[in-house]
């Protein structure tokens, strides 16, 4: 009981603590399984605290983006010294993972800023919590459930208008060791046609918070050559 107490206090002000800190950087495996295929990608990921992102692509192919809240994306290639820029909701670092845990919104997991509202809470066996999530906004699945442990989401349903699952995340693996508490696990499944599916992967590891990474001020170098295209690899 001590044990489970003294985590859920940790919890209770892991969002104070995480407002206090301006920035978070992790090393972050994404390995996803499509069509029988397997495919990773290396990176590590600069967060600031006003939403700025700056990730650096290592493999398969090393380059360099930049996006923030406003969805603005800088894509910089460093073999060509050229940069792609483009603008888009979908570009918007509003519900990357690392800024929603930092901002000290990982409760909801950034749907009120995606446009959900709290339909109702649900608890059930084991200490879980389950919130049921609604929207009328064109262009996103109009239901989502989120569901809690010790105030920690572990377990994310996106539903479709006739209550069907097209999507599930699972959280896990929560280190509360430190002020900054965040999943190091997180597993997405898409369903397609209700028969395939794609499976996604993602770890995060070396966690550092308030890092003096020269990486989180990056700037496009001088003399670098804008495209008009998405740059290839």
């Not at 809240?69 to 894509?75: F, I, P, R, Y």
Request: net charge positive; aromatic share 10%; glycine share 8%.
């Amino acid at each position: 009981m001590l044990r489970k107490g003294f985590i859920s206090f940790l919890v209770l002000i892991a969002p104070l603590a995480a407002l206090a800190q301006s920035r978070v950087a992790a090393s972050v495996e994404v390995k996803t399984l499509a069509n029988g295929k397997v495919t990773t990608v290396t990176k590590r990921e600069f967060c600031n605290g006003n939403g700025r992102l700056v990730t650096v692509f290592n493999s398969p192919v090393h380059y360099v983006v930049t996006t923030n809240l406003k969805g603005e994306m800088v894509t910089y290639s460093p073999s060509r010294n050229e940069a792609f820029k483009d603008r888009g909701e979908e570009f918007s670092t509003k519900d990357n993972l690392l800024y929603l845990f930092l901002t000290g919104r990982s409760a909801d997991l950034g749907l009120a800023s995606l446009g959900y509202s709290l339909k109702r809470s649900v608890p059930e066996e084991g200490g879980y919590l389950k919130r049921i999530y609604t929207t009328t906004k064109k262009g996103i699945v109009p239901k989502v459930e989120v569901v809690l442990k010790d105030y920690l989401p572990v377990y994310v349903a996106y539903l479709d208008g006739s209550d069907k699952v097209v999507s599930k995340t699972y959280l896990s693996g929560y280190d509360v060791s430190s002020r900054f508490v965040f999943p190091s696990r997180v597993t997405g499944i898409d369903y397609i046609n209700g028969k395939d599916s794609t499976v996604t992967r993602t770890l995060y590891s070396n966690v550092v918070t308030d890092s003096a990474e020269p990486e989180f001020s990056f700037e496009l170098p001088e003399g670098v050559v804008s495209v008009s295209n998405p740059l290839k690899p």
